[in-house]
């Protein structure tokens, strides 16, 4: 685990991060992780000296399980408030199944395991609306239909992009890999909306934190790809 700026901790959970965030009315998880992991989100608040009753909120970005696997078991012993965006909440509280047609993401899938379902107590319907103070929510569709990022207004601005975007060597900004994204042309859009915004630094579901001017990767990333013409890179 690393402190990326002040009070927002990465926490590595084998391929995937997810992100602690102190704040005065205690802690925020900005996605859970893979199912199974909770003893490391447990060992991590340890680490920051808090506790599992600490944690208040946790905002997830979207449904795939690599990111909602220890919602049910942290909402549960926490007594946190979830939330999510509405097309993806049904997913997350198993009124709805993924549909999954990749061979490679059938495959990854079963051995990731199947998250427990949970209840969704927020959920989001309004694009840009504040889910608790310093955070807004920003639909950011193409990697789901309900993918959320999140801003927060801390050391010039935290963007929690999700899989919205992916980082990759050297400090660049890149997508996340095709065979998991819905719709690769929402996708692009949202990328491109994320780059009209202003923050300093930005943080991935996969992939190398970006600190300092981080929207000017995003930038970068938005021209390269419409200069080669394509939907994802």
């Given at each position: 685990m690393r402190e990326v700026v002040d009070g927002v901790f990465e926490l590595d959970i084998r391929y995937v991060h997810m992100h602690l965030v102190v704040t005065d009315d205690g802690v925020v998880l900005v996605d859970t992780g893979l199912p199974g992991n909770s003893a490391k989100v447990d060992q991590a608040l340890h680490d920051i000296r808090r506790k599992i009753g600490?944690?208040?909120?946790?905002?997830?970005?979207?449904?795939?399980?690599?990111?909602?696997?220890?919602?049910?078991?942290l909402r549960r012993r926490s007594g946190a408030r979830v939330v999510a965006h509405a097309a993806d909440a049904p997913f997350i509280t198993g009124e709805a199944k993924a549909v999954i047609r990749h061979p490679v993401v059938k495959v990854v899938t079963r051995l990731m395991g199947v998250p427990?379902?949970?209840?969704?107590?927020?959920?989001?319907?309004?694009?840009g609306s504040s889910p608790l103070p310093g955070f807004t929510a920003l639909h950011t569709p193409g990697h789901t239909a309900g993918?959320?990022?999140f801003l927060l207004d801390r050391a010039g601005g935290v963007l929690f992009a999700g899989d919205a975007a992916a980082g990759k060597?050297?400090?660049?900004?890149?997508?996340?890999?095709?065979?998991?994204?819905?719709?690769?042309?929402?996708e692009k859009k949202s990328v491109a909306r994320l780059a009209d915004l202003e923050f300093e630094h930005a943080v991935f579901g996969h992939g190398?934190?970006?600190?300092?001017?981080?929207?000017?990767?995003?930038?970068?990333?938005?021209?390269?790809?419409?200069?080669?013409?394509?939907?994802?890179?």
């Open positions: 600490d944690v208040r909120t946790v905002l997830l970005t979207h449904h795939h399980p690599d990111h909602t696997g220890n919602v049910a078991d427990e379902a949970a209840t969704v107590d927020d959920v989001v319907t309004v694009d993918h959320l990022s060597r050297g400090g660049r900004v890149g997508a996340s890999p095709k065979m998991v994204s819905v719709d690769l042309a929402q190398a934190a970006v600190s300092g001017r981080a929207v000017d990767r995003f930038r970068e990333y938005v021209v390269q790809r419409t200069h080669r013409g394509l939907p994802g890179n």
